[in-house]
């Protein structure tokens, strides 16, 4: 017991540097605001200008045969994302740029802690393992991916976390919380589900 606990106090000063390196990362866009260096490729040239007209068509509730006029002289409502999808909202909610970096802070924050809750309670559960869980956490909350994907990718390991702990029969309401809450801010199409299942029912 006593030679654990440095080790934990030495875990919580090497998680605290990584969350403090994770907002160095993330602080241009907040710093810098229209002027940070974004992804131009399937991000600036569609995504976030299809969500800003989807809002400002009035047809974000509209059924899905609705026409949006802003483009291609009116393209059907089921063109674009679902009302029910987390990054929708914050584009609604916010301009542009505050929703870009408050959907990249939403994804990271939850790719670190996910991978963290991973390794900790799965693979790497030795207190003397502590650098190599949060290196890993925070090396995976800084890899580059889609941002419209949100939690489709980096979202895995939190969803992967729960799924396990609910095989162990060890799951408390938290981690039907994370599977009940992670589809609004992840994409069916892009592989989320049918990617983490297989530990849940095999």
Do not use: C
């Not at 994804?107 to 802690?113: E, N, P």
């Not at 162990?168 to 309401?173: E, I, T």
Request: glycine share 6%.
């Amino acid at each position: 017991m006593q030679d654990s606990q440095p080790l934990e106090k030495k875990e919580r000063t090497a998680m605290w540097i990584a969350l403090f390196l994770l907002a160095l990362y993330l602080s241009p866009l907040y710093i810098l605001g229209e002027n940070a260096h974004i992804r131009v490729h399937d991000n600036l040239d569609s995504n976030i200008a299809w969500y800003k007209v989807l809002t400002r068509s009035g047809e974000l509730f509209g059924p899905i045969d609705a026409k949006i006029p802003q483009v291609i002289n009116g393209l059907p409502r089921n063109a674009y994302g679902t009302e029910f999808s987390g990054i929708v909202w914050l584009h609604a909610l916010f301009p542009s740029m505050v929703a870009y970096a408050l959907s990249q802070t939403i994804t990271r924050v939850f790719a670190f802690f996910g991978m963290y809750l991973l390794l900790k309670r799965h693979f790497l559960k030795e207190n003397e393992s502590y650098l190599i869980r949060v290196g890993v956490a925070l090396t995976f909350a800084l890899t580059p991916f889609w941002p419209s994907g949100m939690l489709s990718t980096l979202g895995m390991p939190l969803a992967l976390w729960a799924f396990l702990t609910i095989r162990q029969q060890q799951a408390s309401w938290k981690e039907w919380l994370v599977l009940a809450l992670l589809p609004f801010y992840a994409s069916f199409v892009l592989g989320f589900f049918t990617s983490v299942d297989y530990p849940l029912f095999y």
